[in-house]
């Protein structure tokens, strides 16, 4: 049995081309191309909160019903939530 720094020689003793090395059979085991890294790298930012929002993430308790009725209306419902309290706020204003 090796031990653990013998392990570790033995892995950094591998020169970089041969961290893998694909056989060319299985399409699910090839490795990604530079445009197939960079696809997937843009589409992982684009989601998520755009950069420079002005929204704040925080917990809010709701009645089931009003919570229900948001998300029947489908994707966006959130923003829809968000709309409806600015509608409240602007017909009733602070004091």
Do not use: C
């Not at 308790?61 to 419902?77: E, P, Q």
Request: no cysteine.
């Amino acid at each position: 049995m090796m031990t653990r720094n013998e392990v570790l020689e033995a892995i950094r003793a591998i020169k970089p081309e041969m961290d893998y090395v694909w056989d060319g059979n299985d399409e699910d085991d090839r490795p990604l191309t530079e445009d197939e890294l960079n696809r997937g790298i843009s589409l992982a930012r684009s989601r998520g909160r755009p950069a420079g929002s002005d929204k704040t993430q925080i917990a809010l308790r709701l009645d089931n019903s009003v919570l229900a009725a948001f998300k029947s209306t489908g994707k966006g419902w959130q923003t829809r939530m968000n709309d409806a309290l600015k509608e409240w706020l602007e017909q009733h204003p602070a004091i």
